[in-house]
């Protein structure tokens, strides 16, 4: 596989926000007073990647992507974002995580630049990514005895994290004797007990059944709140946008640029029937039209 290309960050990272790029008419102007004056929690500012091939055959993944998201206190942010398979949401989530630098562009976190992974943000992956050879509640401790933390500590906080997702009678189970979403439970408790300031989660849902999927968004949305949690989120799910986002930001075809940024309102009912709700259809058809319209 190539490495993306790396070039000179570039001179200026003044670059116009795609947040005031995007449709100010959705937000209220003392919100987008109030944002301007904070250090955003996540800020990427021209974000280029492009992925070097042996014969000269470079795909350019992301081209030009800025945005900020600022944390909203004690009620966690869940943001998406949405674009068709294939687009570059893989990569723009890997720049941010760290794992390559990219090819132009900047990543700050809470105003500091990304130069590689680090515990201040989790990722987790489109595929399940737990170890098989530890039992669930050895995969969630793992981060805690990499640095250190003695053992109650760790097994105290580790029955924590499983209580909240919903998996404390499997703590001796191997992630093989675990259905799918389960598997991707562990995976979200194991990013979760380092407690990260910004999660990273790459369609993590997306090989579920649409009951389990609906489940674990619910379940996604809760523990943010109470645990505080800045989420970015990429799908190509419309429906799951809808559901779990405050804010979506809706991104072209390959190379993924920034199209449009929309807020989406809270919906409080849990029960699939919200589905058929007139106000989540309008929301649904709105990004329908913004996608298909590119
Ligand atoms: N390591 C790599 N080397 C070369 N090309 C890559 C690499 N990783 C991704 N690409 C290419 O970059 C483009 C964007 O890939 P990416 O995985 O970011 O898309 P995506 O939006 O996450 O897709 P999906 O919805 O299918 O997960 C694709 O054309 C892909 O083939
Ligand atoms: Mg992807």
Redesign the pocket.
């Known amino acids: ?4 290309s790396s070039a000179p960050r570039p001179e200026s990272a003044g670059a116009a926000t795609p947040a005031a790029a995007a449709d100010p008419a959705m937000r209220s102007a003392p919100a987008a007073a109030a944002e301007k004056t904070q250090v955003p929690k996540l800020r990427v500012t021209d974000l280029h990647v492009v ?1 070097r ?1 042996r014969g000269g055959d470079d ?1 350019e ?2 081209r030009g992507v800025s945005f900020d998201i600022h944390d909203k206190p004690l009620i966690g942010e869940l943001v998406v974002f949405l ?12 720049a941010v995580a760290g794992l390559f630098p990219p090819t132009r562009g900047e990543v700050l976190i809470e105003g500091f630049p990304v130069d590689g992974p680090g515990r201040d943000r989790g990722m987790v992956f ?1 595929q399940y990514t737990s170890f098989s050879w530890l039992t669930v509640q050895e995969n969630v401790e793992y981060g805690l005895r990499l640095r250190g933390i003695p053992a109650a500590e760790r097994r105290e906080q580790a029955h924590a994290i499983l209580k909240a997702v919903g998996l404390s009678q499997f703590a001796a189970k191997y992630p093989k004797e675990l259905s799918g979403g389960m598997k991707q439970r562990v995976a979200i408790a194991r990013t979760l007990i380092n407690k990260p300031k910004l999660l990273l989660m ?2 993590p849902f997306g090989a579920l059944d649409p009951q389990t999927r609906w489940e674990m968004q619910g379940m996604l949305i809760d523990i943010s709140h109470r645990e505080d949690n800045t989420i970015l989120f ?1 799908t ?1 799910d419309v429906a799951e946008a809808v559901y779990l986002a405050d804010t979506v930001y809706i ?1 072209s075809k ?1 190379p ?1 640029q920034i199209l449009h940024r929309v807020d989406i309102p809270t919906f409080e009912d849990r029960s699939l029937a919200v589905k058929a709700s007139p106000e989540f259809r309008r929301c649904e058809e709105q990004l329908l039209a913004l996608l298909y319209k590119q």
Do not use: N
Request: net charge neutral.
């Open positions: 596989m190539a490495e993306p992925y091939g795909i993944a992301v674009g068709p398979s294939g687009c570059g949401k893989s990569t723009i989530l890997k489109q790459d369609e990429v190509h991104l390959r993924a």
